[in-house]
């Protein structure tokens, strides 16, 4: 199993944790052991297989689609868009990928607070990292929001980098949400509807006509 390089100090304190427990009074390891084993889990990132190529916008992050709605977005996309929300539980996979091929054109992060990822006013109010990419079919913006229990957003991009479809964007430790946004004008077809559940770099989220 693949694990991300900003899990191994928290896998390793967990089980360190754990070790001295069960040398001090072996009963009261076996809670502990449980959530080091589930600390390794979380900070898997597994290569998700999927369609590749400039008809299709890949999920860039694991869990369930939370909100799909049209939106104005005046960062980056600087027009109507479709916004494709995915919330991530502390179980799932929270590595992020790009859902495009590209080049980065917007970095940029902003402090806030850290409501229920899953609400819709987190978009606007919570800590959050915005990723601008220029791709074969226009602008997309790829937004890493903070939740209740992330306290800590990895933007792996800079301006100026190649955006791989598929390849490593960041990570979001411990529950978050991620919002992809598409402009109307390129014309995305979405794939998905509100409960469905997303594969990181395997599911198709949209393709354009």
Do not use: C
């Not at 987190?122 to 602008?139: T, V």
């Amino acid at each position: 199993m693949r694990i991300a390089r900003e899990g191994w100090p928290f896998i390793a304190a967990a089980w360190i944790i754990t070790g001295v427990v069960a040398w001090l009074w072996w009963p009261a390891a076996i809670p502990l052991a449980v959530v080091a084993s589930w600390v390794i889990a979380f900070f898997r990132d597994p290569i998700r297989p999927g369609p590749r190529g400039d008809r299709y916008v890949i999920a860039a992050a694991e869990g369930h689609v939370v909100h799909i709605i049209e939106t104005d977005e005046p960062m980056y996309v600087k027009e109507r868009s479709v916004r494709i929300s995915i919330f991530l539980s502390v179980f799932d996979v929270h590595v992020n990928r790009y859902p495009v091929d590209g080049s980065v054109e917007l970095v940029e992060y902003n402090k806030g607070k850290f409501l229920h990822a899953a609400e819709e006013k987190a978009s606007l109010d919570n800590e959050q990292s915005s990723i601008g990419m220029r791709g074969p079919r226009g602008r997309v913006l790829v937004r890493q929001i903070a939740g209740l229990i992330a306290r800590r957003i990895v933007t792996d991009s800079k301006v100026g980098d190649r955006a791989a479809q598929g390849g490593r964007l960041g990570l979001i430790r411990f529950g978050s949400r991620t919002d992809v946004f598409l402009p109307l004008s390129a014309r995305p077809v979405v794939k998905v509807k509100p409960g469905d559940r997303v594969r990181v770099g395997g599911t198709v989220l949209a393709e354009y006509a």
